[in-house]
């Protein structure tokens, strides 16, 4: 079951950072080698109000690579999608959860690739306020060489008992379309799969940033961020 929710209130959901490496900068084809989370109160330019919250639960089935697969079901949970629009540039931040997970299956979470960012700038991190929500940030990101795809890696930390933190992609965009929507006209078609360690997998239509109304330049990138290397490839 989706849930489709518009906010207009102003509320705070970014996050600040306590260093400038705490925020990863990352480009087509680099690697942040580490997260640490990041507070709300660190980085003014994220704060800003919550204008969509979308739910979208999903089931990853024993043997199967997209919906549905021919086994039994060794996941299920929500995937939680915020977008927030900085009080200071107008700028949008994707924010991400991975929630409510069903008990009593074996599936351990081990990434998720995000796709819809390639005519973007991206920043990424994870919130860990010790008032937030959920147990476990990602350890790890990666953007794919043509910059469409962000990974966000967990380890093997994320099973049925844990939660995820937000996680985000702060971008210079200031447009976003609903899901199921058609990238290739500026609608925001934007995918999300979501990797079990043991190679099962589901993929979702989310929201996205739109590619027909960039704000080239307006991201306050900062220098030195985030540590890159080389993505290992699956």
Do not use: H
């Not at 089935?61 to 697969?69: D, E, F, L, N, T």
């Not at 210079?172 to 006209?185: I, R, V």
């Amino acid at each position: 079951m989706n849930c489709i929710q518009s906010i207009g209130v102003a509320v705070v959901i970014a996050a600040g950072t306590i260093a400038q490496a705490n925020v990863a900068n990352l480009a087509p084809g680099d690697t942040a080698g580490g997260l640490f989370g990041i507070t709300n109160t660190e980085l003014p330019e994220l704060i800003g109000p919550t204008i969509s919250d979308i739910f979208q639960d999903f089931t990853i089935y024993s043997g199967g690579k997209g919906a549905q697969g021919g086994g039994g079901v060794l996941y299920q949970g929500t995937l939680m999608t915020r977008v927030v629009r900085s009080n200071q540039t107008g700028n949008l931040t994707f924010n991400y959860r991975i929630m409510d997970p069903a008990p009593g299956f074996d599936g351990v979470i081990s990434d998720i690739d995000l796709t819809g960012y390639s005519d973007f700038e991206t920043r990424v991190e994870y919130r860990s306020e010790a008032s937030g929500l959920g147990d476990e940030g990602p350890v790890d990101a990666s953007r794919s060489e043509d910059g469409d795809v962000i990974n966000f890696d967990f380890g093997l930390i994320l099973d049925t008992d844990k939660t995820s933190r937000f996680f985000f992609v702060m971008t210079d965009a200031t447009e976003f379309g609903q899901p199921g929507g058609d990238a290739a006209n500026g609608l925001g078609g934007s995918l999300a799969t979501i990797y079990l360690q043991s190679g099962e997998s589901v993929t979702l239509n989310v929201v996205g940033p739109s590619p027909s109304i960039p704000a080239p330049g307006t991201l306050l990138l900062l220098s030195g961020a985030g540590l890159f290397g080389t993505r290992r490839r699956r």
